[in-house]
């Protein structure tokens, strides 16, 4: 009786032996293993870098051979993934995150000369949005004969890739008729009502800040004013 229980005993002690052994071997076996898997997951954690034309807060929302409209808007406590700036670029303003920013123009030529990587990000508590004109191309150098006819001001910024206009309309106000020869977006930079208008009487109308019509080069129109308080108005080329 004691033998034939002893069998049974034995078999089982060599069966948790050998299920021992396979689980050590399996455990060193995924040792080995470990360190491929954690720098894979290093390698993944990484930050994404990406041209400014391929960053999905930088949406394009209209292009004309080498130049680009873009549509920028990071929500409050948002970042952009780290992007390449290797063109020039015209920046209006609409809002940073603390409030109006009331269509302020600025531009950064250096990048088409000097990339620049950096991610932009906002604090809020606001939306922070921007209409940026890219320009791809190499501008247009030396003395400029392109200037536009029917505006009553000099631009604000006139370089090899860009020329910007700001005006102020009172309600009610019209520009002349305007004929610019590069392709023209006009931005309105302050909350009201705005009517551009071709030459052949179509009319686009733009009724908040940051809204924006595009002009084909040699197209002429008018702005007028069609809100009851004073608007901020860009008027934008790029220069190819």
Do not use: C
Not at 80 to 105: C, E, K, M, Y
Not at 125 to 131: A, D, E, M, S
Not at 170 to 199: C, F
């Amino acid at each position: 009786m004691i033998k034939i229980a002893l069998k049974p005993l034995l078999k089982t002690s060599s069966s948790l032996l050998l299920a021992a052994l396979v689980l050590t071997a399996l455990d060193i076996s995924l040792g080995k293993m470990k360190p491929s898997i954690i720098a894979q997951e290093t390698d993944l954690s990484e930050e994404k870098v990406v041209h400014l034309l391929q960053e999905p807060r930088h949406r394009t929302v209209h292009r004309a051979g080498s130049l680009f409209l873009l549509d920028v808007q990071v929500n409050p406590g948002d970042e952009s993934f780290q992007h390449i700036h290797d063109q020039a670029i015209l920046l209006t303003s609409i809002r940073s995150g603390a409030g109006p920013s009331n269509g302020t123009v600025r531009a950064i030529t250096d990048y088409a000369t000097t990339p620049l990587t950096h991610n932009v990000s906002n604090g809020g508590p606001g939306l922070l949005r921007i209409i940026a004109l890219v320009n791809g191309g190499n501008g247009i150098a030396g003395e400029p004969t392109d200037r536009p006819s029917g505006m009553s001001s000099n631009p604000q910024i006139e370089n090899s890739w860009f020329r910007s206009h700001r005006i102020e309309l009172d309600p009610g106000e019209e520009t002349l008729l305007q004929n610019h020869h590069n392709p023209t977006v006009i931005v309105q930079g302050t909350e009201g009502t705005v009517h551009v208008t071709r030459e052949d009487g179509i009319t686009t109308e733009l009724d908040m800040a940051g809204d924006w019509a595009w002009r084909d080069a040699e197209s002429p129109f008018t702005i007028q004013n069609k809100g009851q308080t004073t608007v901020a108005v860009a008027i934008n080329e790029g220069r190819e």
